[in-house]
């Protein structure tokens, strides 16, 4: 097969990575924005000679989130676009296509020592048409708009030494789901033990489904002096 190689973005002046981020506070409701000029964390590889080049495309991003109480809960807000300043018309599939990402979320206590959190997740790629028309062969097309909620459900038991806790993904667009409860019981201050798992499922062609296979029951005992 090719030879792979990961170049690692340099220390030159053009290759450096900043951000910066500015926040407050108005009325009980916390904001905050941001901004970077970084690099995506996934490699894009390319056929060069006889080997595989693997590079870190430049990533730009601008954001603001918005975070305050919503009648007996809290109300998060946030936005954002991702810009791939390589890749600017959307015609080159080893690069992300730029992207303008959301997140609406709500958590409340439903009742003594249990509390909900609910989040709804979307990101909505840019130059769709030249990313249709320039996909590889044999490649699963993603959707346009791809949403992803999350759940989150936590009970406290025992004078708060046993908790309760389940955490869902739930692929909306790829039709995918992880869920991962857990059962903690606190014996003292130094010493715990937690048994979950891990569990996927859905469309074998969805990010989570595609690990299915690798669903897991887990015990974990620790202790700290």
């Known amino acids: 097969g090719l030879a792979r190689r990961l170049e690692e973005p ?3 002046a053009g290759e450096l990575e900043i951000s910066g981020r500015i926040s407050g506070n108005l009325n009980n409701w916390d904001w905050a924005g941001y901004a970077s000029r970084t690099h995506y964390r996934s490699p894009a590889w ?3 000679g006889a080997e595989t080049v693997g590079t870190y495309p430049r ?17 998060s807000l946030e936005a954002g676009y991702y810009d791939s300043p390589q890749d600017r018309d959307g015609r080159d599939p080893a690069i992300e296509n730029s992207q303008f990402r959301g997140l609406v979320g ?9 509390t909900l959190g609910l989040q709804v997740y979307g990101e909505w790629m840019r130059d769709y048409t030249a990313y249709l028309e320039t ?3 044999g490649f699963s097309a993603k959707d346009r708009l791809r949403k992803v909620a999350t759940v989150r459900f936590t009970q406290l038991f025992a004078h708060q030494t046993v908790t309760l806790n389940l955490f869902a993904f739930l692929g909306i667009s790829e039709n995918d789901r992880y869920i991962i409860p857990s059962l903690r019981y606190a014996f003292s201050d130094n010493l715990w033990a937690e048994v979950g798992g891990n569990f996927f499922g ?4 969805g990010m989570f489904g595609s690990m299915q296979d690798n669903s897991n029951i887990y015990l974990t005992v620790r202790y700290a002096l």
Do not use: H, I, M
Request: no cysteine; aromatic share 6%.
């Open 202 to 205: 859905g469309k074998r062609n």
């Open 10 to 12: 340099s220390n030159r």
């Open 59 to 75: 990533l730009n991003t601008v954001g603001a989130s918005l975070t305050g109480p919503v009648g007996k809960g809290v109300l």
């Open 135 to 137: 996909l590889p062969a």
């Open 106 to 114: 709500y958590s409340t206590q439903l009742w003594e020592d249990a």
């Open 46 to 48: 390319r056929v060069t």
